[in-house]
């Protein structure tokens, strides 16, 4: 028994009580309390629903996180061909005027803080007009891209930009190395061209190139438009002597 502490009568009281009782009343109370039982058992087709519910829940989340990570890579793929839209030709997937703009400024003032050489080129092939007066535009299209390739095949290295200026005009520059290494590779993509016509469907069409180029170590106060100017200037001799 229990009693509260400032109820000293009461515990009297009950202490009382018990010391009547006989042996027969103390196992009567016994008995009794040991026939008290408790209720465990499990209910079995509750545990199954939970359980099922949780296992459709977790291939829920499963599979939302396998979807979420498909839709991420398909935006990510998106985002990619904008960009890459964006700063590419669509005819040639050379790099566009705009973004040529930018990479030139970008590695030309690059050469200039660090003293190393710059070399820009001009492209132009030779008698386009014809080519589109007679095989029509989109053969010449087919043309351009043939170009694109076989310069891409010779500027492709660290440091070379080539993109399309416009029209049949191409434009290449590359930071580093030597004048005349680049010189050279620009006379092998002139070679490459003049020597690898051009097939499709049963016709084929021989095209040549002429171009200018420049090469130096920008100083204070140069600009690319500077090196681009000298280049084109060099491209017009190209043609005037053939």
């Known amino acids: 028994i229990a009693t509260r502490a400032d109820e000293p009568q009461l515990a009297a009281i009950f202490s009382k009580l018990l010391g009547g009782l006989d042996e027969q009343e103390v196992q009567a109370v016994l008995s009794h309390q040991m026939l008290l039982t408790i209720n465990d058992r499990v209910d079995r087709r509750r545990l199954l629903v939970f359980g099922a519910g949780g296992l459709l829940l977790l291939a829920l989340v499963v599979y939302w996180n396998r979807k979420l990570k498909r839709l991420n890579a398909a935006l990510q793929r998106a985002n990619q061909k904008l960009q890459d839209v964006s700063i590419t030709d669509a005819l040639t997937g050379l790099y566009n005027r705009r973004q040529f703009d930018a990479?030139?400024?970008?590695?030309?003032?690059?050469?200039?803080?660090?003293?190393?050489?710059?070399?820009?080129?001009?492209?132009?092939?030779?008698?386009?007009?014809?080519?589109?007066?007679?095989?029509?535009?989109?053969?010449?299209?087919?043309?351009?891209?043939?170009?694109?390739?076989?310069?891409?095949?010779?500027?492709?290295?660290?440091?070379?930009?080539?993109?399309?200026?416009?029209?049949?005009?191409?434009?290449?520059?590359?930071?580093?190395?030597?004048?005349?290494?680049?010189?050279?590779?620009l006379e092998a993509v002139r070679l490459l061209i003049e020597q690898i016509p051009f097939e499709h469907g049963g016709e084929t069409w021989r095209l040549t190139i002429s171009a200018g180029a420049h090469a130096a170590v920008p100083v204070l106060g140069d600009v690319p438009s500077d090196f681009i100017r000298r280049a084109d200037a060099r491209l017009y001799q190209a043609k005037e002597l053939g």
């Open 103 to 185: 990479r030139i400024a970008e590695e030309f003032a690059s050469c200039q803080r660090h003293g190393r050489m710059f070399s820009v080129a001009m492209i132009d092939v030779d008698h386009f007009k014809r080519v589109n007066d007679e095989r029509g535009h989109v053969f010449g299209d087919y043309c351009l891209r043939h170009i694109a390739d076989l310069a891409k095949s010779v500027f492709g290295r660290e440091g070379d930009v080539l993109g399309r200026y416009g029209g049949e005009e191409y434009i290449v520059f590359a930071s580093g190395g030597g004048s005349e290494e680049f010189f050279g590779r």
